[in-house]
T-cell receptor, first 113, second 115 residues
Framework: NAGVMQNPRHLVRRRGQEARLRCSPMKGHSHVYWYRQLPEEGLKFMVYLQKENIIDESGMPKERFSAEFPKEGPSILRIQQVVRGDSAAYFC???????????FGPGTRLTVL | AQSVTQLGSHVSVSEGALVLLRCNYSSSVPPYLFWYVQYPNQGLQLLLKYTTGATLVKGINGFEAEFKKSETSFHLTKPSAHMSDAAEYFCAVSGGSGGYQKVTFGTGTKLQVIP
């Protein structure tokens, strides 16, 4: 039973390029969260999605960031026109809807040059 | 609204000594509480959780935590530290069951174990 999968594990982009981060939740999980982690700052909630729906995007910057979780395929976090401040580790977590226990992926470490 | 405060961003203990990582929370509803561990360059792994019932919760790797409502605390302890316990630990709170409840994480405590 595979856990939460994220790819790529490491992503390097130049300023102005687009970054696409993918997350495949655990089998049977239809709830996905995205978090951003900066050194010494812990995890910051970005967005919560269920299949085909964004439930809560209160933590996501209004500009350049978007997320989706289509009926088929992984959840995608998309960052357009990346800037150096977007460099961080981005974690995806999934759960099946009970007790809010979230299972985390290994993260994608984005570096913007 | 809910929040988590982890006291001490860095904690050092000697191998074999007691580990105590502090977590205080605030929540407007009965909380669910979690401790996660993160090893370098990895995702978070659940150590233990409190939902309802017994207030002393045992988790993996010999860790346990006690929910104290009167103190709004959920401190993590382990009687004897092992070198492999060196990692970053995150306390988290959610607003309990019933639909979507956002999980809020603390800023983390890095545990160093000294041989």
């Amino acid at each position: 039973n595979a856990g939460v999968m994220q790819n790529p594990r490491h992503l390097v982009r130049r300023r102005g390029q687009e970054a696409r981060l993918r997350c495949s939740p655990m089998k049977g999980h239809s709830h996905v969260y995205w978090y951003r982690q900066l050194p010494e700052e812990g995890l910051k909630f970005m967005v919560y999605l269920q299949k085909e729906n964004i439930i809560d995007e209160s933590g996501m910057p209004k500009e350049r960031f978007s997320a989706e979780f289509p009926k088929e395929g992984p959840s995608i976090l998309r960052i357009q026109q990346v800037v150096r401040g977007d460099s961080a580790a981005y974690f995806c977590a999934s759960h099946r809807g009970d007790y809010n226990e979230q299972f985390f992926g290994p993260g994608t470490r984005l570096t913007v040059l | 609204a809910q929040s988590v405060t982890q006291l001490g961003s860095h904690v050092s203990v000697s191998e074999g000594a007691l580990v105590l990582l502090r977590c205080n929370y605030s929540s407007s509803v009965p909380p669910y509480l979690f401790w996660y561990v993160q090893y370098p360059n990895q995702g978070l792994q659940l150590l233990l959780k409190y939902t309802t019932g017994a207030t002393l919760v045992k988790g993996i790797n010999g860790f346990e935590a006690e929910f104290k409502k009167s103190e709004t605390s959920f401190h993590l302890t382990k009687p004897s530290a092992h070198m492999s316990d060196a990692a970053e630990y995150f306390c988290a709170v959610s607003g309990g069951s019933g639909g979507y409840q956002k999980v809020t994480f603390g800023t983390g405590t890095k545990l160093q174990v000294i041989p």
